[in-house]
């Protein structure tokens, strides 16, 4: 190999980061502070910087560079470079430029309507853009091509290499896994109130979740944090990591639980190595790991007792209600199990449930047998049999998540993933740490160092060099037979609420 090769090449890398980059920055911009007027002019841009990435990516000329590179001796982290530069580039040109132009502007045009339909609980306002973007999705699926049916392409676009049919049994393992502690636990709460209603200040409630990341680690020279429709993080680029949060009057532990949650994803950004970020390497393995991260943050951390003892008096102190309540009570709080119709307020028992309603309805859309019209009633429904209550409106149903809108079919499932995921490494944290007495101990005392500490190490510096899979294996010390095992998160809510609800 000459240098001169490896240096054309890494230049490419550099470029399609740089430009995935922008559109970050873009998406970013849009979901924040944007005015509602530039939507259509954002929509055409986003759409020119997707042709341009497209074009890139598919130039003959990168596709040369690889295939030259991929004969030669590169070790281990330079064939990993190229190989994924090569599954993106495979991908990118099994689609036609028309279509990833018309998916990007549609995407930006169509989270717009999202917006509004859900601020007016109209669903018929979303309802033609959702089918035009069904519409595109099918077409993509069939570009990619699948393993068994159309929602696998969609799937491995966020979880490299998963299928319906490797899920299933994933959903199927939690679900009964799950459903003895949920019947014992439903029932014995009788809805009261626990924590004082407020009125919280909302500018009080940022103030405090921006302490609080920083006060957990989070480098707020490398980010910042801002209010949205639907928290999200946006790893816009190095050193630039970017999260969001939603507040309540009535209610602060949403906005400090989206916090924790979008704080795991961006600490994994901003933990890949610096020598690799402009490489296909250096990012997100896979949404299931990037999940993991968040919800380790926000579970085993967040609505834990010990977090809670700790944090208590300074959150009690920057919002002034929460003085009357104790750290037992805000823990009961942010563990209440119920059945509820949002997903992102979910207790950790029946989020599981939530995700199964969305993976059956996207399968059911991605086969041919839902199209957007259907959505509202099948969502309803699915939520009546699943979860056992039904959605009064589609604000608080169908319209709640902004992933349809941006086109993001499949990517659901990589939420139970990450869940599952995050119980089996904060495992094998506990017991790298010394126990559970230990890691409490260091809750209590605010001591978050060590458990990012373990997380760089282990996952965030990994990058993308392994398969997920394989990445979770050699962090947890199991073995990999490339399945999901989901025995550590299900021992976890089953001793967790045994104790909490003393069953
Ligand atoms: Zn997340």
């Not at 003959?60 to 070790?75: C, K």
């Not at 319906?164 to 014992?184: N, Y």
């Not at 309540?325 to 509820?340: D, E, G, I, Y």
Request: with cysteine; proline share 5%.
């Amino acid at each position: 190999m000459t240098t001169d090769t490896w240096e054309k090449f890494s230049g490419r890398m550099r470029e399609l980061r740089h430009l995935e980059s922008i559109a970050g920055l873009l998406g970013w911009d849009e979901q924040t502070v944007m005015p509602p007027k530039a939507a259509p002019g954002r929509a055409a841009a986003t759409g020119t910087l997707a042709s341009i990435e497209h074009e890139r990516l598919t130039s003959p000329e990168y596709g040369d560079l690889i295939e030259g590179l991929l004969q030669q001796d590169l070790g281990t982290e330079r064939r990993a470079m190229v190989e994924l530069a090569q599954r993106a580039r495979d991908k990118a040109v099994k689609l036609p430029p028309e279509l990833v132009r018309e998916m990007a502007e549609l995407a930006s045009s169509s989270q717009s309507a999202w917006v509004q339909a859900r601020t007016a609980d109209d669903f018929s306002i979303f309802e033609p853009l959702l089918q035009r973007t069904l519409d595109l999705k099918a077409r993509q699926a069939e570009h990619l091509g699948y393993k068994n049916e159309p929602y696998d392409a969609h799937l491995d676009l966020f979880e490299r290499g998963a299928t319906a049919e490797q899920l299933q049994p994933m959903f199927d393992a939690v679900t009964a896994g799950i459903t003895p502690t949920l019947d014992a636990v439903l029932g014995r709460d009788d809805g009261t109130r626990i924590l004082p209603g407020g009125p919280y200040d909302a500018s009080a409630i940022m103030a405090y979740c921006s302490d609080l990341l920083a006060r957990m680690g989070y480098d707020m020279q490398a980010g910042r944090l801002d209010l949205s429709a639907h928290p999200f993080t946006s790893g816009v680029g190095p050193q630039d990591a970017r999260v969001t949060t939603r507040v309540r009057s009535d209610d602060p532990k949403e906005a400090i639980l989206a916090t924790l949650h979008e704080m795991g994803h961006g600490l994994y950004h901003l933990g890949q190595r610096e020598d690799w970020v402009e490489t296909t390497i250096g990012a997100s393995v896979s949404l299931g790991v990037d999940e993991s991260q968040s919800r380790l943050w926000e579970n085993h951390v967040g609505r834990s007792l010990a977090f809670w003892e700790g944090e208590f008096p300074k959150a009690a102190a920057a919002l002034k209600p929460l003085a009357a309540a104790t750290p037992q009570s805000v823990f009961r709080a942010v563990n209440r199990v119920r059945r509820s119709l949002i997903r992102v307020e979910a207790d950790e028992v029946t989020y599981p449930l939530h995700v199964a309603v969305r993976f059956e309805i996207e399968r059911g859309i991605s086969n041919g047998q839902l199209k957007a019209a259907d959505l509202p009633a099948a969502w309803n429904e699915s939520y009546e049999r699943i979860l056992g209550i039904r959605p009064p409106s589609d604000a608080d149903g169908v319209l709640q998540d902004v992933h349809w809108s941006i086109g993001y079919l499949g990517y659901f499932p990589t939420y139970l993933i990450g869940s599952v995921y995050s119980a089996a490494l904060f495992d094998a944290y506990t017991v790298q740490a010394g126990g559970p007495d230990l890691v409490r101990d260091q809750f209590r005392a605010g001591e978050f160092a060590p458990l990012l500490a373990w997380l760089r190490s282990n996952i965030h510096q990994v990058g993308s060099l392994k398969l997920p899979a394989q990445i979770i294996a050699d962090a947890t010390g199991r073995a990999s037979d490339g399945s999901i095992d989901t025995g550590p998160f299900v021992s976890y809510i089953q001793s967790k609420y045994r104790d909490l609800y003393d069953l």
